[in-house]
């Protein structure tokens, strides 16, 4: 005779303990995210993958849109629906969907921001910035001039340098020092790649932390406008520039403007670094996009012959390789353990030197670690009770930004508060969030999604409980807090810092590495390495800033 379980017997048979831990079980199971589900691979058949290699370039374009829309419809995306997920407007102020996965929908509405905007800017960047929409209508990744990374460190303060945090400085001590080479390595073995060699050998840094004068001065140069804070004239920048009347505002534009013309670091003047930005992002792995996607991105990155200079390739494939799902992925960061590190050849690295990255963002704040029981670790109170102080559930930190010039995802950003400006918009929003959802973090997060959903199929719900770095075409995105290490962190590099004074004038060769903890910071409850500090002193709030 079969015994059938009911309700009953269930609870007969079992003390509430048990049944207790089958209920955790159980939610511990659903807790994990599945792993996304491609479509079927294009390049399954012989013939077809021979056919794809050899196609022209226009070809190429149009697979590789084929294959981002199978993905999204894969996935079963839905703009409307995904903003609300995430409380983003459903609608930017032209009336165009926020989250529209239409490429031509998009470059339309950036290509109006240059022809109304840049204009009267000087020619090269008018000229850089239209290049910018050709190579993302051609599916290139963003690439100016060779792709080298600017040497520069931008903050801004109301009293300039001298407004700046204890501490900042460590921006323009540390990061000239050549890395020592227990950190190169980590980057790459080869030592004859052109871009790595900043990273060995050294640099100069220039920083640079203007006061609203300068503001003015630096912002007149870049918009070939006479700008000047709190007197709107003729012209679109005038008009917008002299239009905000809070000075966070101002700061703010200026920050995403600097790394659209000039490229580099955008640090906060309570910003500091932990790690020096080559590493940050080191040895992410590729797992979201589509694989066909990159395989495709590459036949057009290289068709017509290799596109890299003399000795700039990335270095040579080992055959050992990285790991390949980011629920799993622990970064390799060193730890306590004295043994001899074990190098590999990693080919096209993961690093803001690369020619093929173009920025390092990173994720300020997701609100499924804290529905993620694999996360328990990086639970607190403040996480369960602050949460409606963010404008999405999940949002992209901007009081950093490492980014090389002209990317799509910096003129887009200046082109929504341009345009939540210039239609009135920008007046109904609500005081409590007119900040974050005029210059804040609100439309920065929607154009870096909206960057990733056009040219890579990636949705905000693939980057939702992320336990490291990951590399998603020319985009470095860090786990959340990564820029966000505790105070001791900083306290005991400055402290090492001091204590290195008088070698670190001597320190042209990495001899004495002032990077205390390596790649970065880390804890048991970190959630990953974190390679910055964020002093949250917020000049701005309470004050008329």
Request: glycine share 8%; proline share 8%; hydrophobic share 40%.
């Amino acid at each position: 005779m079969v015994r059938l379980f009911t309700p009953r017997s269930l609870l007969r048979f079992n003390t509430p303990a048990k049944l207790l831990l089958v209920l955790f079980a159980l939610v511990f199971y659903l807790s994990f995210s599945f792993s996304t589900s491609h479509p079927p691979s294009i390049f399954t058949d012989a013939e077809t993958r021979k056919q794809i290699r050899n196609a022209p370039l226009s070809e190429l374009v149009n697979l590789y849109e084929q294959v981002r829309h199978g993905a999204l419809q894969a996935k079963g995306f839905n703009g409307t629906v995904c903003a609300e997920s995430i409380k983003a407007p459903k609608t930017l102020p032209d009336g165009t969907s926020n989250l529209d996965p239409d490429v031509e929908v998009y470059t339309g509405r950036l290509r109006g921001f240059i022809d109304n905007y840049l204009q009267q800017a000087p020619a090269h960047i008018h000229i850089a910035a239209r290049n910018t929409l050709k190579s993302l209508i051609k599916r290139e990744s963003p690439r100016y001039r060779d792709g080298s990374f600017p040497a520069k460190v931008w903050a801004t303060h109301p009293a300039g340098i001298k407004g700046v945090q204890l501490g900042f400085e460590l921006w323009g001590k540390l990061l000239p020092f050549p890395l020592p080479p227990s950190l190169a390595n980590q980057i790459s073995v080869d030592k004859d790649v052109d871009f790595l060699q900043l990273a060995r050998d050294g640099q100069d840094w220039d920083v640079e932390v203007p006061d609203d004068d300068g503001l003015d001065r630096i912002m007149s140069e870049w918009t070939g406008q006479k700008l000047q804070r709190g007197i709107p004239g003729e012209g679109k920048w005038s008009e917008l520039w002299g239009g905000l009347e809070m000075g966070v505002l101002r700061a703010d534009v200026f920050r995403y403007t600097s790394m659209l013309v000039a490229g580099g670091v955008y640090s906060d003047s309570d910003t500091m670094p932990i790690s020096h930005p080559f590493l940050w992002g080191l040895h992410a792995p590729s797992n979201i996009i589509n694989p066909d996607l990159e395989l495709l991105a590459e036949l057009i990155v290289n068709h017509g012959g290799p596109k890299f200079p003399p000795n700039t390739r990335p270095p040579r494939i080992d055959s050992r390789s990285l790991p390949q799902h980011n629920s799993s992925y622990t970064p390799p960061y060193p730890g306590i353990e004295r043994r001899s590190p074990v190098y590999v050849s990693i080919p096209n690295p993961s690093t803001i030197l690369n020619p093929r990255i173009s920025m390092v963002i990173a994720i300020e704040w997701d609100n499924k670690i804290g529905r993620t029981l694999g996360m328990w670790r990086q639970w607190t109170w403040s996480r369960f009770t602050e949460s409606s102080k963010y404008p999405r559930n999940i949002e992209f930190v901007q009081n950093l930004l490492v980014a090389k010039p002209f990317h799509p995802i910096m003129l887009d950003t200046v082109a929504t508060i341009a345009q939540l400006v210039e239609s009135g918009e920008a007046k109904s929003l609500r005081p409590a969030s007119h900040l974050l959802e005029l210059t804040g973090p609100g439309p920065f997060t929607d154009a870096v999604l909206r960057y990733l959903l056009v040219q890579y199929g990636v949705t905000p719900k693939d980057l939702r409980a992320l336990r490291g770095p990951v590399r998603i075409g020319d985009i470095l995105i860090l786990q959340e807090e990564a820029w966000h290490a505790p105070f001791e962190a900083i306290k005991q590099l400055w402290e090492y810092v001091e204590s290195l004074h008088l070698k670190l004038g001597t320190n042209r060769h990495g001899r004495f590495s002032p990077w205390l903890f390596g790649l970065g910071w880390k804890d048991w409850k970190s959630g990953g390495v974190k390679v910055a500090y964020h002093g949250l002193t917020g000049i701005w709030k309470d004050k008329d800033y």
